[in-house]
């Protein structure tokens, strides 16, 4: 038995829940998966993973084992790369915020993969919450704040966020010239999918954040009908400068109230705190880093 290719078996069957999955993953016949794990079962003398048709869950010794297999297979993979002096390469599967990517990442990526030609990358695009594990993603590129105590975030920018509104808007409720003037306007409130519940507008006054709820008709989820319902003239928003950019260069919208910007959006990407980072998730994450710093 190949001591090494058991673990990465066991490793990704227990992240993916599935021996299917895990078998799509690693390229490998359901069959060979399920005779490698019988093995590695019986040589270590202990169940390490309970089946049921509905789903494969870990056992209290697979739970331990889990941590240790992923600690030294992160080892053996930097001390490979350490004396072998072999550029990273395997499928990276990343997923980002949709704008994020559109605007930042993709127009750069030809650079990425000219730098490292031998990483296959797999992107989804996103504005859900990703269970890294359960669904195999290895990073995801995030706006706002960090919540997730279970992953680990590197903050690679901070952008500056607008208040803005269409022309015809303005012209019918009149251009806010302070914070109490916008007791007499309407806003297009982001809703949050987990609560259900609206974020409030935002504003930097005297160094400190100030929180003021607009009333509005119309609640989304969703960048791109965020900022067109603002187009059409339904109310107010608050967005990152870099989404609106070319919007209020044309004449579709203008910023409003920029004596009191919104604080800036914080961007991170994230990974899980379980996790030994490999040497491919590591040189996505610095070209991020450096992607991000060349913007600024």
């Known amino acids: 038995m190949d001591q090494v290719k058991a673990m990465k078996v066991f490793v990704r069957i227990y992240e993916r829940s599935s021996f ?4 799509e993953d690693l390229a490998m016949p359901r069959a060979t998966i399920t005779h490698t794990m019988n093995q590695l079962e019986a040589w270590l003398g202990t169940r390490l993973l309970e089946r049921s048709t509905r789903r494969v869950k870990a056992t209290l010794d697979g739970e331990a084992y889990y941590a240790r297999c992923v600690h030294l297979l992160a080892e053996l993979e930097e001390a490979a790369q350490a004396f072998r ?4 390469k395997g499928r990276l599967r990343v997923d980002m915020h949709g ?12 650079d990425f993969l000219e730098r490292y030609p031998d990483i296959e990358l797999a992107i989804s695009e996103a504005d859900r919450f990703v269970d890294l594990i359960e669904e195999g993603v290895d990073c995801v ?4 704040s ?9 903050r690679l920018a901070n952008l500056p966020q607008v208040t803005c509104a269409s022309p015809a808007y303005l012209r019918k409720f009149g251009v806010p010239e302070s914070l109490d003037d916008l007791a007499e306007h309407r806003a297009v409130n982001y809703q949050s999918k987990t609560t259900g519940r609206s974020f409030p507008f935002e504003f930097m006054v005297d160094g400190a954040v100030r929180e003021v709820d607009i009333g509005g008709s119309v609640a989304v989820f969703g960048a791109e009908i965020y900022t067109a319902s603002a187009i059409a003239g339904i109310g107010l928003i608050q967005v990152p400068r870099y989404r ?5 260069e044309q004449g579709l919208l203008r910023e409003v109230l920029p004596e009191f910007p919104p604080p800036p959006m914080p961007v991170s990407v994230l990974y899980p705190h379980n996790r030994h980072m490999s040497p491919r998730v590591r040189v996505f994450v ?5 992607r991000f710093s060349d913007e600024r």
């Not at 609106?244 to 209020?248: F, N, R, S, T």
């Not at 610095?286 to 450096?290: F, G, I």
Request: hydrophobic share 50%.
């Open 85 to 88: 002096s072999v550029a990273p």
């Open 141 to 144: 590129l995030r706006a706002g």
């Open 146 to 154: 960090l919540g997730d105590s279970s992953l680990v975030g590197r």
């Open 244 to 248: 609106v950019a070319v919007q209020i």
């Open 99 to 110: 704008t994020l990517g559109r605007h930042f990442v993709i127009p750069a990526l030809p």
């Open 286 to 290: 610095d070209w991020l880093a450096q």
């Open 20 to 23: 299917t999955q895990a078998a």
